[in-house]
Every structure is written in structure tokens, then in C-alpha cells.
């Protein structure tokens, strides 16, 4: 699990300071994801507020979304159709709690998703 940068300090003039060249890099399961972080993080931002990432606490974050895309099983380098249709309005407490689930508890590869759809279905 690493955020690696990409540029060298002959071809980039921000040198360490460079967020353009960061790649997040990470190997799961004996296989090695590797994708430009501004290429994964800028198809899932919400509608009209898409821009490159503008700090290395921001590309950590991504990157933990990053991770818990490969967990769940998906290929990060394909953005989510919930990713394109973010606009969409959530009618009632059902429809809020199906998309924290679909879009929060999966992604995040919980071992414990069970006893999530557990609470949530109480809360339904």
C-alpha cells in the first residue's frame, strides 16, 4: 500500500512538492494494482466539483478507497455507474440506508459486513 510519485526532479519543476506524477501502487492477492491517482480519484467526485487531488492527505485518502475497491472485488481502473449517476435523489430512509451500503460498507472490505446488513435492516 504506497503512494508513489512518478516525476523526477530533471523533468518536473515542482519536484517534491509534485501532486500531478502520483500513482497509487498497491499488491493484493499476488497481484500488483497500479493506476494514476488523478485518473482514479477524478471520475468518483461528485458532479461539478471534479479537480485534481491538491494534497497528499486527500491522495490518502483515495487511496483507502482505492484499496477497498480491489477488497470488494471490483477493477478500479473502470468508474462505478453510481459514480456517474451521483445526482441522484434518495426518496426515503430505505433508499439512504440501500446506498450507505452499497457505496460505503462494501467498498470498505469489512469482515463484519453480515452484522452490518444486520443493524440496517433493524433501522429499515
Not at 500488483?32 to 485518473?39: D, G, Q, V, Y
Not at 452499497?102 to 467498498?107: A, C, S, T
Request: proline share 6%; charged share 35%.
Amino acid at each position: 500500500m504506497t503512494i508513489r510519485r512518478r516525476c523526477s526532479e530533471r523533468k518536473c519543476k515542482d519536484g517534491r512538492r509534485c501532486l500531478k506524477h502520483l500513482v497509487l501502487d498497491v499488491m493484493f492477492r499476488g497481484k500488483r494494482h497500479r493506476i494514476p491517482a488523478n485518473e482514479f480519484a477524478i471520475p468518483r467526485m461528485e458532479p461539478g466539483r471534479q479537480r485534481p487531488i491538491q494534497s497528499m492527505e486527500e491522495a490518502r485518502d483515495w487511496e483507502r478507497r482505492f484499496i477497498g475497491e480491489i477488497k470488494a472485488g471490483r477493477d478500479p481502473r473502470r468508474p462505478t455507474s453510481r459514480a456517474m449517476q451521483a445526482g441522484a435523489e434518495l426518496a426515503n430512509v430505505s433508499a439512504f440506508l440501500d446506498a450507505y451500503m452499497d457505496r460505503l460498507v462494501k467498498p470498505s472490505g469489512l469482515r463484519s459486513i453480515a452484522t452490518v446488513r444486520s443493524q440496517i435492516s433493524v433501522l429499515k
